[in-house]
């Protein structure tokens, strides 16, 4: 159990300097302006870590997961929910026809777009926290979001996988992930955000869900051919658009 605290914190420690004064967790945009003062900033508040071959690699794992599960093909039209400063973006939009990445804060928003700047079929757009207004009914084949939920309320995480609905073709594809809180890592990693005082807990601070309740979102939005895997901490779901 030593061992995985460890790990758990390594991955999830976040040293930028929460936001003052402290939000409520519903103020999204608020949170994340905040915390993406500089791309420094942006990059810790996200990841936790600094290092460009680290953010390559991770983005590179995320691309073969979604390889594995929803499959990735070179006419996609793909969008990422809370594309920070484009991480994945940076690996996927290669080998896509256009690639969206959406991000609540406008800086975040700012980071992307000089990141990603040598990348024509990459575009980055501000969103509200709350859907995904500038995105068109049916223009979308792949909407994916990742490390994102734990930041979330159980409400936003259900409005976006509706609105990925909305915005999906027919036979589009949804992917969604959050830490497992049936897997023993995961509780580990709840129990340790547990030592938080409830009155000193940043608005930003990670949360949990289940395998059901991520299945139960797809399975109210309409998704069909729902599945789900482990990996590592997480509980990761992907369903089709009829």
Same mark, same amino acid.
């Given at each position: 159990?030593?061992?995985?605290?460890?790990?758990?914190?390594?991955?999830?420690?976040?040293?930028?300097?929460?936001?003052?004064?402290?939000?409520?967790?519903?103020?999204?945009?608020?949170?994340?302006?905040?915390?993406?003062?500089?791309?420094?900033?942006?990059?810790?508040?996200?990841?936790?870590?600094?290092?460009?071959?680290?953010?390559?690699?991770?983005?590179?794992?995320?691309?073969?997961?979604?390889?594995?599960?929803?499959?990735?093909?070179?006419?996609?039209?793909?969008? +990422?929910?809370?594309?920070? !400063?484009?991480?994945?973006?940076? @690996? &996927?939009? $290669? #080998?896509?026809?256009?690639?969206?990445?959406?991000?609540?804060?406008?800086?975040?928003?700012?980071?992307?777009?000089?990141?990603?700047?040598?990348?024509?079929?990459?575009?980055?757009?501000?969103?509200?926290?709350?859907?995904?207004?500038?995105?068109?009914?049916?223009?979308?084949?792949?909407?994916?979001?990742?490390?994102?939920?734990?930041?979330?309320?159980?409400? +936003?995480?259900?409005?976006? !996988?509706?609105?990925?609905?909305? @915005? &999906?073709? $027919? #036979?589009?594809?949804?992917?969604?992930?959050?830490?497992?809180?049936?897997?023993?890592?995961?509780?580990?990693?709840?129990?340790?955000?547990?030592?938080?005082?409830?009155?000193?807990?940043?608005?930003?601070?990670?949360?949990?869900?289940?395998?059901?309740?991520?299945?139960?979102?797809?399975?109210?939005?309409?998704?069909?051919?729902?599945?789900?895997?482990?990996?590592?901490?997480?509980?990761? !779901?992907?369903?089709?658009?009829?």
């Amino acid at each position: 159990m030593r061992r995985i605290l460890r790990k758990i914190r390594r991955r999830f420690a976040k040293t930028a300097p929460p936001p003052p004064p402290p939000p409520f967790r519903h103020e999204y945009k608020r949170t994340w302006e905040a915390l993406a003062e500089t791309e420094d900033s942006a990059k810790m508040a996200v990841s936790g870590y600094l290092d460009e071959g680290m953010y390559r690699s991770h983005g590179l794992k995320t691309k073969a997961m979604l390889e594995d599960t929803v499959g990735l093909k070179p006419d996609d039209v793909i969008l +990422e929910i809370g594309a920070g !400063v484009g991480r994945v973006g940076a @690996v &996927l939009a $290669p #080998g896509c026809k256009r690639w969206i990445g959406a991000d609540v804060s406008s800086k975040m928003v700012g980071h992307m777009r000089r990141r990603l700047a040598d990348l024509p079929n990459a575009e980055a757009i501000e969103i509200s926290g709350h859907d995904l207004a500038p995105i068109p009914d049916a223009s979308v084949d792949l909407v994916y979001c990742t490390v994102v939920f734990m930041h979330l309320e159980e409400w +936003e995480r259900y409005r976006y !996988v509706r609105e990925a609905f909305r @915005v &999906l073709r $027919p #036979g589009g594809r949804l992917l969604v992930d959050n830490v497992n809180a049936l897997d023993d890592g995961g509780w580990a990693f709840f129990e340790h955000l547990l030592s938080f005082p409830p009155e000193n807990r940043p608005p930003f601070v990670s949360k949990t869900s289940t395998p059901q309740e991520l299945v139960n979102y797809l399975t109210r939005a309409g998704f069909h051919g729902i599945g789900q895997r482990n990996v590592d901490l997480f509980i990761v !779901v992907h369903g089709v658009k009829p």
